[in-house]
């Protein structure tokens, strides 16, 4: 096992993750490689009453670390069982290494729209995948949690409060969806935002979809029809035979650009085409029973074109299976997720701000928040 003390080299290297707004601070980072290596440093910080963080992928950090940070990012280790459609993930797994091992076996993951979350950490948010409308939260298909307990025991069984050194769960027999994106221009949004929402009201549980608002900067590295505008993406993810007949009506409205194809669950981060690279963010959400117009004004006002923040602001369709999820943030009148997302610019105070008036008014119908779907902390 490998440690670091702030004054040596290799200390910044340890912290940095994907999210680069949260400066954490140890005392000590130890860089695990084994389940006895994370319940050593357990104990170590306990002798001396030190606090303990744990990081993977460092996409969900919300306060800097102090005291004993656990590194996982090198306990990547991923095995499948086919015969039983289980994998086993180590802590630092990602869902990119589930996917390709459970696609040489016919099978997937309940994984989401990026391939470089951490298995774990998004595990115990819930669990919001592509297919979550058919199959439900990743949370519950966990089979068996490695973990370290608070006092730095080590026990195999249901997950419970600790470090988790490995998780077992179940994967779904999937090989390919219908996905992708139909992109649209700025003039549209209105129209795309009604349109999906009414698209929504009846779909099948095999089709997950969200529609996101996205503000592209002109830069050269944008591609030339995006560049400098506000696009609406509506995204798909599909199991339901039928693809381009289901989407007919959106596609009817005149995308700029349409990526909807059938595609190996290998490729299904190109779906959402999360950025890749690290970055300073901020964002907090809401669950809604309906999107009535007066929601969707409320978006289109506070992170529409013009918005005083540039805000990402995505809706995914909830229900389906969502509605028997265990998880707390799910109830069965969950039916709309509205997030919102900006780099932290100019400051976060000011991004606070915008946001917070764009959830104000959504707040009184709301069911509660996706925990998974904080960065930074969240809003009152
Ligand atoms: C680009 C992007 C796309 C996302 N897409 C989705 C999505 O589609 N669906 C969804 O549900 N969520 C999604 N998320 C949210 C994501 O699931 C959470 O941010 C999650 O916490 C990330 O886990 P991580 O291990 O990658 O990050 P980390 O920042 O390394 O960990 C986040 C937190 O998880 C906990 N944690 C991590 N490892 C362990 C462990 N071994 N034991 C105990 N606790 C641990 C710790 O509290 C840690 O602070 C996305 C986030 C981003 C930034």
């Given amino acids: 096992m490998q440690t670091f003390t702030p004054d040596q080299a290799g200390y910044r290297e340890e912290i940095a993750g994907f999210q680069t707004g949260v400066q954490s601070t140890p005392h000590l980072v130890v860089a695990a490689t084994s389940a006895e290596d994370i319940a050593e440093a357990v104990r170590h910080a306990n002798e001396r009453g030190l606090p303990i963080a744990v990081q993977a992928t460092g996409h969900g950090l919300r306060e800097p670390a102090e005291g004993v940070l656990i590194s996982t990012r090198r306990m990547t280790g991923v095995t499948v069982d086919p015969r039983r459609r289980l994998a086993r993930a180590e802590a630092g797994a990602t869902w990119g290494s589930v996917i390709d091992a459970a696609a040489e076996h016919g099978l997937a993951p309940l994984s989401g729209s990026s391939p470089g979350v951490g298995v774990v950490g998004y595990t115990l948010g819930g669990g919001f995948g ?41 994967l779904v027999p999937v090989t390919t969806l219908y996905g992708g994106g139909l992109f649209f221009d700025t003039a549209r949004i209105p129209d795309v935002l009604r349109a999906w929402r009414d698209w929504t009201l009846d779909l099948p549980d095999t089709v997950g979809t969200s529609v996101a608002l996205v503000p592209f900067p002109d830069l050269p590295m944008v591609p030339e029809p995006f560049r400098g505008k506000h696009i609406a993406n509506v995204r798909v993810a599909s199991l339901a035979a039928g693809g381009d007949q289901l989407v007919a009506p959106l596609r009817a409205l005149g995308p700029i650009q349409d990526t909807l194809k059938t595609m190996p669950y290998t490729d299904s981060g190109q779906i959402a085409a999360d950025p890749p690279n690290p970055h300073p963010y901020l964002g907090d959400n809401r669950v809604l029973p309906a999107l009535p117009d007066e929601a969707l004004t409320t978006v289109l006002d506070h992170a529409g074109p013009g918005a005083p923040v540039p805000t990402v602001l995505i809706i995914d369709l909830l229900g389906g299976a969502y509605q028997h ?24 105070a000011t991004v606070r701000a915008a946001h917070a008036k764009l959830f104000a008014p959504l707040t009184p119908e709301s069911t509660g928040r996706l925990r998974s779907f904080v960065y930074g902390q969240p809003l009152g």
Wanted: proline residues 6%; glycine residues 8%; without cysteine.
């Fill in 130 to 170: 592509l297919l979550g409308r058919h199959f439900g939260l990743a949370s519950d298909r966990v089979v068996s949690a490695d973990l370290v307990r608070p006092d730095g025991t080590r026990t195999t069984g249901p997950l419970e409060a600790g470090i988790v050194t490995a998780l077992e769960f179940e």
């Fill in 325 to 348: 999820a265990k998880a707390s943030d799910f109830t069965p009148e969950s039916r709309y997720t509205v997030r919102a997302l900006s780099l932290v610019d100019p400051d976060a």
